[in-house]
């Protein structure tokens, strides 16, 4: 299928690893060029060479997209050295399992900054670009826990909330200029972090990691697996594709049915 992807240029913060790298590769499938950004020079660079190596042209920006600074400068560097920016996926993101009394208002203040105002900054930066080219998408990677609360982690789970709700309102406020604004909100796909749950449970149960994987999958997973980095990228590309033309302010659940069941024993 064409998706009309071919030279556009890719916005994708978070891209050393996990989900990011899988959107970034997703995307240079399609043609695109790349500007990715994360902490991490190593990780972003070897992100940036397998990108190269299905096709894409690939720079990346070392950039904490918690300091309004380095989000301007990455914005401001990225359309000078691409030409422009037609499409920001806003995944960088994160949580922190803590119960409600034991997180500090300084750690409330770094996951909003992390899930939610990197974001806000972010799309204030890549507007007037959109605007100018004419339009453009920015998708954010929220997650089903700003939609269904998942227990010790209230943070994040309000930063997610506020993230969907923030991509509604900004969707009807630039739909006039051909922007399309869109989250997906992915929940139990295996990246490094559910790795290390799935281990950790394995240890405590006694089980190799494979068995610990599909007892935690089977318990709670409607699909029965978890899914994959791949499967979250699909729906961020077909959102920013022209097939996808007619849609905004919606939210993709990449959950395998997570949110819409009810597990009970
Ligand atoms: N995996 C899931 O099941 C799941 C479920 C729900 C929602 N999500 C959401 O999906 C997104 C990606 O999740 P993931 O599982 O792929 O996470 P991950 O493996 O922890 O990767 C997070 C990415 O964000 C980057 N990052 C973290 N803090 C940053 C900062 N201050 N500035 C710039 N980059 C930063 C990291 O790179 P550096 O360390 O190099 O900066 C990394 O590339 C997140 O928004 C997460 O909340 C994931």
Redesign the pocket.
């Known amino acids: 299928m064409e998706l009309g992807l071919k030279g556009k240029v890719v916005l994708v ?9 899988a959107i970034a590769l997703a995307f240079s499938g399609e043609g695109c060029r790349l500007a990715l ?4 020079e190593e ?2 660079a070897a992100v940036s060479k397998e990108a190269e190596a299905l096709g894409a042209e690939a720079r990346h920006w070392i ?4 300091d309004p600074n380095q989000v301007e400068s990455l914005v401001g560097n990225v359309s000078r050295v691409l030409g422009g920016i037609d499409v920001l996926v806003n ?5 922190s399992r803590k119960a409600f009394e034991a997180v500090s208002d300084d750690e409330w203040e770094r996951i909003v900054n ?2 939610l105002f ?1 974001a806000i900054r972010l799309s204030r930066a890549v507007l007037p670009h959109m605007k100018e080219r004419g339009g453009g998408q920015i998708i954010n ?5 700003g939609r269904v609360p998942r227990l010790g982690q209230i943070a ?1 789970n309000a930063a ?1 909330a506020a993230l969907i709700n923030f991509t509604e309102s900004l969707a009807a406020e630039v739909a006039r200029h051909g922007i399309r604004v869109n989250a997906v ?5 295996l ?4 790795q290390e749950k799935v281990a950790h449970y394995g240890k405590e149960h006694g089980l190799p990691f494979e068995q610990a994987v599909m007892e935690l999958a089977g318990k709670s997973i409607p699909l029965g697996r978890f ?1 994959l ?1 791949e499967e ?1 990228a699909s729906a961020v590309v077909f959102l920013a594709s022209e097939r996808a033309g007619f849609i905004t302010g919606v939210s993709i659940f990449v959950d395998g049915g997570m949110g819409r069941s009810v597990s009970i024993p």
């Open positions: 913060t978070g891209a050393s690893r996990g989900i990011g790298r950004a994360s902490r991490t990780a972003l950039t904490d997209v918690t995944n960088a993101g994160g949580s992390l899930n990197s990677i929220a997650a089903l826990s994040s997610k909100c992915p929940a139990a796909i990246t490094e972090r559910w899914g980095p979250v």
